[in-house]
């Protein structure tokens, strides 16, 4: 039996169908010599992109805290020109984006025409942590699924390729992963006790992740649920999806202008 990486658009998710610690019997050696077969692929499909500037791609990380959404950033992104390429990490929001609509901070850090955009963290925080927390009140929060598909919709319409990635971990490889923050010197800069806050709060936060998830996984901007106990399996998969998604954008390098074979420099 496999696990899927996606769900059909309508089908209600429930993560405890998901195992975050499925790895499809893969064998780690092969799959870290895909995974750089694939991080190469990406590079050059990118610099084709680059060179079209017609399209963009729009990568959203979305997962708990300690799923991997840097280490994923940082394998997976390694072969990609860092001209051409971006990436943001949503915090909380400042004064001055709070005086706009939840879209307003998102909407400006969406990639130009040949770039690639990656989003560590994203407008989903506004259907999370808000409505975990209970940072607006529920109105408000319910009729931003809506909104977000509409801005999705029109981002794909103007030529932005949207790939949506929830990195799943188990509560369990969750502990042990803060653990390592405070055990790890190299790592304790990492851990901040609001994390314990946010913790307690799991079982919450996987129902916001439920609805999120299936209330905004339309035909132009998917979900992939991406089984992330296993860095070389979460790393894989995502490298996988990548690369099949920009192979079918087969992105084109522009026609030369006319008459530049006859040109000689001299
Ligand atoms: P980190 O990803 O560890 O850098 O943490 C960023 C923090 O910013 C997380 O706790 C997020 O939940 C929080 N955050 C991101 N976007 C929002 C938002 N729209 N409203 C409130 N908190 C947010
Ligand atoms: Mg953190």
């Given at each position: 039996?496999?696990?899927?990486?996606?769900?059909?658009?309508?089908?209600?998710?429930?993560?405890?169908?998901?195992?975050?610690?499925?790895?499809?019997?893969?064998?780690?050696?092969?799959?870290?010599?895909?995974?750089?077969?694939?991080?190469?692929?990406?590079?050059?499909?990118?610099?084709?992109?680059?060179?079209?500037?017609?399209?963009?791609?729009?990568?959203?990380?979305?997962?708990?805290?300690?799923?991997?959404?840097?280490?994923?950033?940082?394998?997976?992104?390694?072969?990609?020109?860092?001209?051409?390429?971006?990436?943001?990490?949503?915090?909380?929001?400042?004064?001055?984006?709070?005086?706009?609509?939840?879209?307003?901070?998102?909407?400006?850090?969406?990639?130009?025409?040949?770039?690639?955009?990656?989003?560590?963290?994203?407008?989903?925080?506004?259907?999370?942590?808000?409505?975990?927390?209970?940072?607006?009140?529920?109105?408000?929060?319910?009729?931003?699924?809506?909104?977000?598909?509409?801005?999705?919709?029109?981002?794909?319409?103007?030529?932005?390729?949207?790939?949506?990635?929830?990195?799943?971990?188990?509560?369990?490889?969750?502990?042990?992963?803060?653990?390592?923050?405070?055990?790890?010197?190299?790592?304790?800069?990492?851990?901040?006790?609001?994390?314990?806050?946010?913790?307690?709060?799991?079982?919450?936060?996987?129902?916001?992740?439920?609805d999120a998830l299936t209330r905004c996984n339309t035909p132009h901007a998917p979900w992939?649920?991406?089984?992330?106990?296993?860095?070389?399996?979460?790393?894989?998969?995502?490298?996988?999806?990548l690369r099949q998604v920009l192979e079918e954008m087969d992105p084109q390098f522009p026609?030369?202008?006319?008459?530049?074979?006859?040109?000689?420099?001299?």
């Amino acid at each position: 039996m496999s696990q899927p990486l996606t769900v059909p658009p309508g089908k209600r998710i429930r993560l405890k169908d998901f195992d975050p610690a499925w790895c499809g019997g893969e064998e780690k050696r092969r799959a870290l010599a895909e995974t750089q077969r694939n991080v190469q692929a990406l590079g050059e499909l990118a610099y084709r992109l680059y060179a079209e500037n017609r399209r963009a791609l729009l990568i959203v990380l979305q997962g708990m805290d300690t799923s991997g959404k840097d280490g994923t950033i940082r394998t997976v992104m390694d072969g990609i020109n860092p001209q051409s390429c971006q990436v943001t990490s949503f915090k909380a929001p400042s004064e001055e984006e709070l005086d706009h609509d939840f879209l307003w901070r998102i909407h400006r850090a969406v990639p130009r025409r040949g770039n690639v955009g990656i989003f560590n963290r994203s407008h989903y925080e506004d259907v999370l942590v808000v409505r975990v927390r209970g940072l607006v009140p529920e109105k408000e929060w319910q009729s931003r699924y809506d909104r977000i598909n509409e801005f999705e919709r029109l981002l794909c319409d103007g030529g932005v390729r949207l790939v949506k990635f929830f990195l799943h971990i188990s509560k369990e490889e969750q502990r042990q992963r803060l653990q390592a923050r405070l055990d790890d010197p190299t790592k304790r800069w990492k851990f901040s006790r609001r994390d314990l806050e946010e913790r307690k709060l799991w079982a919450e936060y996987q129902r916001a992740y439920e609805d999120a998830l299936t209330r905004c996984n339309t035909p132009h901007a998917p979900w992939y649920i991406i089984p992330s106990d296993r860095k070389w399996y979460r790393n894989l998969t995502v490298s996988r999806v990548l690369r099949q998604v920009l192979e079918e954008m087969d992105p084109q390098f522009p026609p030369p202008e006319p008459g530049l074979k006859e040109l000689t420099v001299e």
